[in-house]
């Protein structure tokens, strides 16, 4: 079933076609809130808000008519920054348990892995939530600059400016990093 | 990726692409307890909130809370004007009757309608009607109390004078308007003593 008609299923509450569309965005939703969040069950209250609002959204006639996966994390994303705000300070324990506990690894190289570490940890403790988010729809879930700056609600100048000042930040952090090493 | 430990912007992207390859597995008893709520949400608002629902399909226009279709609402429309236009129509025809048996229940007599008559407009005050002809004749006598006199009276001699009486008379003043020439406030001739 096409993206179209599942939408449209959805629109008439039918069962099969939300079943189909949590299967399929709700791994990918509770996978961003936790790259965010690091805490399972923040994440999974983040996918239950995501999806609550999915329906409101359809119950009034709105929601997306494509590109479900982008208003999905649209969606998404404004539900993380409301609940991020007052969490920010208690961050270093929860990045430690996320990554030990719920990281099973791909094989990497055990020095890029140790610099993934550091970058996920900088991005948790340095970066805005702007920057932060930017940087995992552009470069870890694969949304074009214009996708993105619809997600966060920016122009696209402003997501290209926040994009290059947080690369810069994490680079300039990874360097330091090592250097002392 | 870096021999001398210096790191440069592709590098940083190339390890967060990296982090697409990290597993993230929702949990299973998570999802499943999740993916119930949101398919019991979804049933409640086919059962439900129907009414809040737009755009929804043919299938659904008997439901009871089904929406309104164009052509009810413009019959809704319709008779709720010609309702409004009955009961204006039969609040003028019979406004009197209406009120009257209003006050007959309150127990108020029926107000007669007093139309006050209208007074007239002038740019100026109407002073010339004004005529301060006003007469003070305070005619006031004194009659003072004779004195008792005393009786101490220790040699035998009688007294020979006695106090008359005076009478103190005031003249009339008259100010006949025509002939006050005062003009002014605080300018008013005094009368010429006669």
Known sequence: ?181 | MRNETVFHEQDVIRLLNRWKGREYPYPSDLQSKRRSAFLAAGASFLLHGAGKAIGKSVSRAGHADAPMTIGMKITLGVLSTVILAQIAYLGLTYYKDIVAWINRMQGNPTPSLVVPSPVPYSTEPNLGTITPTFTVSPTATATPTPIPTESTNWWGIQPTATISTPTISIPTISIPTETNPGHHYGQTKTPKPK
Do not use: W
């Open chain 1, 1 to 181: 079933m096409d993206e179209a008609r599942l939408l449209m299923a959805a629109r008439m509450f039918d069962q099969d076609a939300l079943k189909t569309i949590f299967d399929s965005y709700a791994p990918v939703i509770y996978k961003y809130a936790l790259r965010l969040c690091h805490v399972v069950i923040e994440a999974d209250n983040i996918v239950g808000d995501v999806f609550a609002l999915f329906l409101e959204q359809l119950a009034k006639g709105k929601g997306p008519t494509t590109n479900l996966r982008a208003y999905l994390f649209q969606i998404a994303y404004h539900v993380i920054v409301d609940q991020a705000r007052d969490r920010r300070h208690t961050t270093q324990l929860d990045v430690a348990d996320f990554r030990g506990e719920y990281a099973s690894p791909v094989v990497l190289q055990a020095e890029e892995n140790a610099a993934l570490d550091i970058i996920i940890n900088v991005m948790y403790t340095e970066l805005s939530h702007d920057q932060s988010h930017i940087l995992i729809l552009r470069f870890v879930e694969g949304f074009s600059i214009h996708e993105t700056a619809e997600i966060v609600h920016k122009s696209i100048n402003n997501v290209k400016v926040i994009q290059n000042r947080a690369l810069k930040k994490l680079r300039k952090i990874l360097n330091q990093k090592y250097e002392m090493k």
